[in-house]
């Protein structure tokens, strides 16, 4: 079962403009990590965030994490050409015996 | 370097055969994963295991099976009773309170 849901399934911007990627979940969760997927490739872990964490920082990634309406967010800023890809969350639980579930995905698309 | 390594790329199946997805990982975790993911999908948890000889089936295990003989080690093979055995196969490995580690995947199609 996936228990998170993106928020566009899609979303083309211009390079150098922000894109933000929404996630709802369902369950309470340990944490929820979001992954960058690269046409026919692997999953790349991008950043974990915990239950009692509120917002994580990693380059120019910015996810945010409101347990009460269980949703986060992942903002890219100065988006690159090469940021184009799909973008996944997952969310850790117990209800999930401690495994990731996974959501449908974002597909981000910058244009040059 | 540390990683995990699937192959083959790509593998082409006949009806009622059974073929076997190779996963290995050099990063000493314990805990490994299957995925199976479809055109514009999300990833379906097939088998995972968490220790060495020990295994449990995820949301889709139907038609799949797994061995965890040793740690760096988690084959799966697609049998002849899964029915629609073409998607591209993820494999990933993890520690405690960690991401998920991702093989580059296996492109299975029924010929």
């Known amino acids: 079962s996936q228990q998170g849901e993106e928020d566009p399934q899609a979303l083309s911007i211009q390079e150098g403009e922000n894109a933000t990627m929404n996630c709802s979940y369902k369950?309470?969760?340990?944490?929820l990590q979001w992954y960058r997927q690269n046409s026919g490739r692997g999953l790349v872990h991008l950043i974990l965030?915990?239950?009692?964490?509120r917002e994580k920082h990693s380059g120019r990634l910015r996810v945010t994490l409101d347990t009460s309406k269980k949703s986060s967010s992942l903002l890219i800023t100065a988006s690159r050409a090469a940021d184009t890809a799909s973008y996944f969350c997952?969310?850790?639980?117990?209800?999930?015996?401690?495994?990731?579930?996974f959501g449908t995905g974002t597909r981000l698309a910058v244009r040059p | 370097d540390g990683g995990i390594t699937q192959s083959p790329k790509y593998l082409f199946r006949k009806e009622g055969q059974n073929v076997t997805l190779s996963c290995e990982q050099n990063?000493?975790?314990?805990?490994m994963y299957w995925y199976r993911q479809d055109p514009g999908q999300g990833l379906r948890l097939i088998y995972y295991?968490?220790?060495?000889?020990?295994?449990q089936k995820g949301d889709i295990a139907e038609g799949y099976s797994v061995s965890r003989e040793k740690k760096e080690s988690f084959p799966l093979t697609v049998t002849s009773a899964q029915k629609n055995p073409t998607a591209f196969y993820l494999c990933?490995?993890?520690?405690?309170?960690?991401?998920?580690?991702f093989g580059s995947g296996t492109r299975l199609t029924v010929v």
């Open positions: 997952a969310t850790e639980s117990k209800s999930s015996g401690d495994k990731l579930t």
């Open positions: 990933a490995s993890s520690t405690a309170n960690y991401g998920y580690t």
């Open positions: 295991s968490q220790i060495v000889n020990d295994f």
């Open positions: 965030i915990r239950s009692n964490e």
């Open positions: 990063l000493n975790h314990d805990a």
């Open positions: 369950t309470s969760i340990n944490n």
